[in-house]
């Protein structure tokens, strides 16, 4: 297949897909081109920590959990064209109190959604399953989250009731700790 240049937004209502072929046994697999979408027009919604959360869709939630408490997040509907940002304001060292992400409704992560964690000090990812509808951060009670200020989360819809979700972790080498994980 021959290369092609364009000049001027290529544009797509459902995401781009990457096709990669094995070449022993030609095997094709596509997957999702995703990373964290341009934040260009989304609203700002500075939202307080509490048991329960609502993101808002369209904009760029900013959330200063700190781990003191339990909080659950109630994601708006997957609907084709969503995205829906999560950003973390403070640092993440006051508890080991959970942080759930709830997707809407019958609503489920992409299978095969990849997020990073730290269990302990060493980089881990996992890995949705198939009709998971959650997803829990640990963090831990200290100074050490990859979770931390900034950190950010996006979930972007491509298909009605499907997430697909791309992060952005803080980057300091001191940041090793607290745990992500799919869950049904």
């Known amino acids: 297949m021959a290369n092609t240049t364009f000049k001027g937004p290529v544009r797509s209502t459902r995401g781009f897909q990457i096709a990669t072929r094995d070449s022993s046994s030609d095997v094709e697999t596509t997957r999702m081109s995703s990373g964290m979408p341009d934040l260009t027009g989304l609203s700002l919604n500075d939202l307080a920590t509490g ?3 609502t993101l808002t869709d369209m904009a760029l939630n900013v959330v200063n959990y700190t781990g003191a408490a339990a909080a659950a997040v109630a994601l708006p509907a ?3 064209g ?3 940002v999560y950003v973390q304001a403070d640092e993440t060292a006051g508890g080991t109190n959970t942080l759930t992400f709830n997707a809407a409704g019958s609503d ?3 299978t095969g959604s990849v997020i990073e964690s730290r269990a302990t000090n060493e980089v881990t990812f996992d890995i949705s399953a198939e ?3 959650q997803l829990v951060f640990t963090p831990a009670n200290a100074a050490t989250n990859l979770f931390t200020i900034g950190s950010k989360i996006a979930f972007i819809c491509y298909e009605d009731g499907v997430w697909d979700i791309a992060a952005e972790m803080g980057g300091a ?3 090793l700790t607290g745990a992500f994980a799919f869950a049904a």
Do not use: F, R
């Open 51 to 53: 048991a329960s959360i």
């Open 78 to 80: 997957a609907k084709e």
């Open 82 to 84: 969503s995205v829906c």
């Open 108 to 110: 489920v992560w992409k």
């Open 131 to 133: 009709g998971e509808t």
């Open 173 to 175: 080498p001191t940041l």
